[in-house]
């Protein structure tokens, strides 16, 4: 596979350079998926243009590890593959747009939600409003989770593709609808109406205020020692030690945001459509239940 590959930079630099990497790309796992191959990686490496891929080409062909070059230790026990899928919030127009670009097959995920494909690609933004446009509208709750559950089944489809298949799935808030979608618990068809139903469950449950949510440079158990016991606002997000996100009613977040970094600690809103996490939406469960 590396000769093969150092012969088509070859080829591609007689041409004058028509291809780029991801067309390299393309055309190695097109090539992987018509013979079939099983065989497990032996190499990996992350390139940044063709001429870096030459030179660690050469390298990954001697089995040599250095920067960016990974190799296989086959006298280390086999680990495990765990894909972590995200929620909202993560969303962009144009998402994945090359993928979609270069792997054609994943296309069929689009034709199964073109309302949402719209709305994932829409045209070339020239102008700050009319991006600023685009962007709310993917932020809307109901573009927002069927779009990601597209996104997040086109990743899993192209690295299953290559022959990395996880050992086990999980997700983050509304990502964990795709993990329960490429574990199999809900099929690929229903996907997008499961997200669908989700989102409007959502919803319906926000009152007057939709609430808000704010990104905080702290760890959780100092945001809640900063804000107090009485404080109206949850932790919804415990992601990493100094990154909190924290929900509730928009004044609410607003006074805890201001209270924070009154405290030197770093804290500002995030763009979401509505409180996630928080008492806010809770009455979306029972529309949610299985019997």
């Known amino acids: 596979m590396i000769a093969h590959l150092q012969s088509l930079l070859g080829t591609n630099d007689e041409a004058g350079r028509p291809w780029q990497l991801r067309d390299l790309a393309r055309t190695l796992a097109a090539g992987e998926a018509q013979?079939?191959?099983?065989?497990?990686?032996?190499?990996?490496?992350?390139?940044?243009?063709?001429?870096?891929?030459?030179?660690?080409?050469?390298?990954?062909?001697?089995?040599?590890?250095?920067?960016?070059?990974?190799?296989?230790?086959?006298?280390?026990?086999?680990?495990?593959?765990a894909f972590l899928f995200p929620g909202q919030g993560s969303q962009r127009p144009g998402m994945l747009?090359?993928?979609?670009?270069?792997?054609?097959?994943?296309?069929?995920?689009?034709?199964d939600g073109p309302r949402y494909a719209s709305t994932m690609f829409p045209?070339?933004?020239?102008?700050?409003e009319e991006k600023a446009r685009?962007?709310?509208?993917?932020?809307?709750?109901?573009?927002?989770?069927?779009?990601?559950?597209?996104?997040?089944?086109?990743?899993?489809?192209?690295?299953?593709?290559?022959?990395?298949?996880?050992d086990m799935v999980g997700?983050?808030?509304?990502?964990?609808?795709?993990?329960?979608?490429?574990?199999?618990?809900?099929?690929?068809?229903?996907?997008?109406?499961?997200?669908?139903?989700?989102?409007?469950?959502?919803?319906?449950?926000?009152?007057?205020?939709?609430?808000a949510m704010a990104a905080v440079v702290a760890t959780a158990e100092m945001t809640r020692e900063v804000l107090g016991p009485a404080s109206d606002i949850v932790i919804a997000n415990d992601n990493a030690p100094l990154q909190t996100v924290i929900s509730g009613l928009t004044p609410a977040v607003d006074a805890a945001v201001e209270t924070l970094v009154g405290r030197g600690i770093s804290a500002k809103?995030?763009?979401?459509?509505?409180?996630?996490?928080?008492?806010?939406?809770?009455?979306?469960?029972?529309?949610?239940?299985?019997?």
């Open 35 to 81: 013979h079939g191959s099983t065989c497990p990686a032996q190499v990996a490496l992350v390139a940044n243009n063709l001429d870096d891929l030459a030179v660690k080409l050469v390298a990954a062909r001697v089995f040599e590890v250095r920067e960016d070059v990974f190799v296989r230790n086959e006298t280390a026990p086999d680990g495990q593959v």
């Open 97 to 111: 747009a090359d993928l979609f670009v270069a792997f054609p097959h994943l296309r069929e995920l689009l034709v």
């Open 123 to 128: 045209p070339t933004a020239f102008e700050a």
């Open 134 to 166: 685009q962007d709310h509208a993917l932020t809307d709750t109901r573009m927002a989770q069927p779009a990601l559950g597209i996104a997040g089944l086109a990743v899993h489809d192209l690295l299953a593709s290559v022959g990395i298949r996880p």
């Open 171 to 211: 997700g983050h808030s509304y990502g964990e609808v795709v993990a329960l979608c490429a574990a199999g618990v809900i099929e690929r068809r229903d996907l997008l109406q499961v997200s669908a139903a989700r989102a409007e469950a959502i919803l319906g449950a926000v009152r007057d205020d939709p609430g």
């Open 269 to 291: 809103r995030i763009p979401v459509a509505c409180g996630f996490h928080s008492p806010v939406v809770a009455g979306a469960a029972r529309h949610l239940l299985i019997t």
